[in-house]
Each structure stands twice: as C-alpha cells, then as structure tokens.
C-alpha cells in the first residue's frame, strides 16, 4: 500500500533476533517445566520430606550421601519431590542443591552459566562432606544436572577424588539440538551470542558451542567414577536422545524402554516421577544388591 515501506534489511534482523531471544528460552520453558510440580515456598527449602537434614550421618548400609542436582530450569525440591523420598525410605542420607540463579528469576534456576554452576556443584559437595563427615558423595543429576554441569566438575574443578558415583537421568552430555529448535539461532547472524547473554545455560548445552567443545575435548569419563546414564527414546528435550550416552570405563548406559517397552516418560517424567528410574538410580548407588528393573517398579 501507498505510504508503507519496507523496514530496513539490518532493522528487521534486529527484530528477529529479539523474537529469537524471547521465543527460544520461552520454548524451553515449555518443554523443560511444563510438566513440574506446584513451586515450593522459601520455608520449605531447608528441609523437605526428611531430606536437606544436614544433621543425617550415612549409615554402615549406604555410607555415602546422595547429592541431587536439579534441571535446567528446576530447583532442589521441584524437580525431586518423588526421587528423594525414594531415597530417604531407602536410608540415605539424600540433600540436593540450588544452581545457576539469573538475579530476579525465582525458581527457575540452572540458566546461568554451567562453569559457574560447576563451582557452585564443587562448593555444596565439600559443604555435605564436612557435615557427614564422609570422603565421597554419590551424585544423583536430571538433564543437564546429570551430564554437562557435572561433568564439567569432575573433568576441569578436580572432583573426580570426592565423588564416587555419577548416575545421569536423560542428561544433556554431548549437548542437544532442542528437537531442531537450536538450529534457529544459526539462521541469524548474532542469535547465538544474543541469546547467550540472557540464558547461557541454555546456549552452553546447545550443539556447537563452545563449552561443549571444551568440555567434550576431554574424555567422557574420569577414573574412579562409575557412572550410570539413564534416557529414554521418547525425550524431547535432549535430542537425539543418543547424545545422553557416555564412552569410557565404569559406564552403564541404559535405555528406559528397554527395561519396560511400555514406558513412555519423556525428559521431564524420566528425571522426575519415573519409577524404573528411580529403581536404575538405587541400582547404581547399591550396585551389590542390584535387581534388574522392569515394569512391574513402575508401581511399586
């Protein structure tokens, strides 16, 4: 029409790169939370259903407490109000952190950027180490709280010595394509890094980027550590879901279908409510009295 021009070529870039930085975390947001429990209140973080209780000593049984470490974009109750009472019924000693905190975005957490969620990761260890008085913890993680947030603890903050055992719920280990939505931020010159300033903990798990290339230069693996990986082929979050899997010693990677055909628990479900999960987690912190799990713990 008459009276209406066209924007600019660099004005309409700039347009869509400030779609792309609200829409890609939005995304994220959707596919990542929505499907997480009610928020808990601030009072109800401390202590939490017989976990967080820094006064719990590890028992002759299971003498090594459990550390659990939150999702992009859960926090240490939402994402373990079934996992840690699992645990706590079973006798360990369970507590889980908070990591990754934007400054004015409550609850959502593990967007900051993962070497720094990694410091945070190597601080709460020595702080549940010196309370129980023990030399190792296991650690318990979901998505990216199972892959690249700790293996980067273990591979560049030397935590390899206090920690006995990585056991990863759909973990973001090689990085993911997002079901091909990561693939926008290449379409845009510039997308990549500006989407990075607002949610870097979503760009580092990103194919292609540069954290993945430094963590990944490294071997999967460190010795001492066992480690168990735990996807299932129906995750949408973590895509291909293959990229969950590690190479090296002491690795067990399993596929939740392949325990039970007929579960269909996704990325939330399989870090947050899925029973042959949670049955392949106590596997891996009590490997010597381990039963293989199958259909029927998706209701015991």
Same mark, same amino acid.
């Given at each position: 029409m008459?009276?209406?021009r066209r924007l600019p070529r660099v004005r309409r870039l700039r347009r869509l790169l400030q779609v792309? /930085? !609200?829409l890609l975390p939005a995304l994220a947001l959707v596919l990542a939370a929505g499907a997480a429990a009610p928020a808990a209140t601030a009072g109800e973080r401390s202590v939490s259903r017989g976990w967080n209780?820094? =006064?719990?000593?590890? =028992?002759?049984?299971?003498?090594?407490?459990?550390?659990l470490i939150h999702g992009t974009l859960g926090?240490?109750?939402?994402?373990w109000l079934f996992l840690a009472p699992y645990l706590v019924n079973r006798g360990y000693c369970v507590f889980s952190l908070d990591y990754g905190q934007l400054p004015g975005v409550p609850l959502f957490n593990g967007l900051g950027p993962v070497e720094k969620s990694s410091a945070q990761?190597? /601080?709460?260890?020595d702080k549940v180490r010196t309370a129980t008085g023990t030399a190792k913890v296991d650690l318990v993680g979901h998505s990216q709280g199972g892959g690249v947030m700790p293996r980067y603890y273990l591979n560049f903050l030397d935590g390899a010595g206090k920690v006995n055992s990585l056991t990863a719920l759909a973990p973001s280990n090689h990085g993911t394509t997002l079901s091909g939505l990561t693939k926008l931020?290449?379409?845009?010159?510039?997308?990549r890094q500006a989407i990075h300033g607002l949610t870097p903990g979503l760009t580092d798990q990103a194919v292609g980027s540069e954290f993945l290339k430094r963590l990944n230069s490294r071997p999967d693996t460190v010795p001492g550590v066992r480690y168990t990986v735990v996807a299932t082929k129906y995750d949408e979050v973590? !895509?291909?879901?293959? !990229?969950?899997?590690? *190479?090296?010693?002491?690795v067990r990677n399993i596929l939740l279908?392949?325990?039970? =055909?007929?579960?269909? *628990?996704?990325?939330?479900? !399989?870090g947050m409510i899925d029973r042959v999960a949670f049955k392949e987690v106590a596997n891996a912190l009590d490997p010597a009295h381990a039963t293989p799990a199958t259909c029927a713990d998706m209701v015991s």
């Open positions: 008459a009276g209406i792309l /930085a !609200t209780d820094f =006064s719990c000593k590890p =028992s002759s049984a299971h003498p090594r407490p459990v550390v926090n240490s109750v939402d994402n990761l190597s /601080a709460y260890v931020m290449d379409k845009v010159p510039g997308a973590v !895509t291909p879901y293959q !990229t969950s899997y590690l *190479s090296g010693p002491n279908q392949e325990r039970c =055909s007929i579960d269909l *628990s996704e990325h939330v479900a !399989t």
